[in-house]
């Protein structure tokens, strides 16, 4: 079955500018994740989606990020008054409820340049 | 802070296993160890995961010592498309990855 998706692949923008990032998860899968990879690191988590709900969002790194997940699937990340150190790849992931022993599958991430 | 440690690199020759190792030393009883892999540009990719047994799948083969301190993830039989970053991350109920910098396998022909 089709895997992760995300929209735009890459998106370029401007310091101070407002961008919206999109996750389509696996069908059925009631956990969603956020995380952003900066050139040469691993994936650092953002934020946990159980059903619509946040169940952990510790990983923002200050109130310009927030996330969405109104009906349980499609996730959307929101990045307002965006700074050139947001620049990175935000990789979404999905997983099926969210508990320990399953698998999270990656999306194929969008790389975000903020100049 | 991830709770793995990695080395940052190795090498491997083609049709040769790769073998590779991580540290967990601090694991806790309910967390298990997984393994992905991410080819430039890709998103982490699944390989395998394990909680006190050793496993086996179409990729790769995962070796948990006794007192679950340290992992080997097996490639038996490396190609050239296995050249990416592996990652060894810990998971238990609740949490998310924490993710280290992985090791970045060179697989020579």
């Known amino acids: 079955g089709a895997g992760v998706s995300q929209t735009p692949s890459n998106k370029v923008t401007e310091k101070g500018k407002y961008v919206e990032l999109r996750c389509d998860p696996i069908s059925g899968h009631t956990a969603l994740y956020w995380y952003r990879q900066s050139l040469g690191q691993g994936p650092e988590f953002l934020i946990y989606f159980q059903g619509t709900g946040a169940a952990d969002d510790s990983g923002l790194p200050n109130d310009r990020f927030f996330a969405v997940r109104p009906e349980g699937s499609v996730s959307t990340l929101k990045i307002q008054r965006t700074e050139r150190g947001d620049s990175a790849v935000y990789l979404c992931?999905?997983?099926?409820w969210g508990r320990g022993g399953e698998t999270q599958y990656f999306g194929p991430g969008t790389r975000l340049l903020v100049l | 802070d991830a709770k793995t440690t990695q080395p940052p690199s190795m090498d491997c020759a083609e049709g040769r296993a790769a073998n590779l190792p991580c540290n967990h030393s601090?694991?806790?009883?309910?967390?298990?160890v997984y393994w992905y892999r991410q080819i430039h540009s890709q998103g982490p990719q699944y390989i395998i995961h394990?909680?006190?047994n050793n496993e086996t799948n179409e990729m790769a083969s995962l070796i948990i010592t006794e007192d679950r301190k340290s992992s080997t993830l097996i490639l038996p039989h490396a190609t050239l498309r296995d050249t990416a970053v592996y990652y060894c991350v810990l998971l238990r109920y609740g949490q998310n990855f924490v993710f280290g910098p992985g090791t970045r396998l060179s697989v020579l022909p």
């Open positions: 992931a999905s997983s099926l």
């Open positions: 601090t694991i806790s009883g309910n967390e298990y």
């Open positions: 394990g909680l006190k």
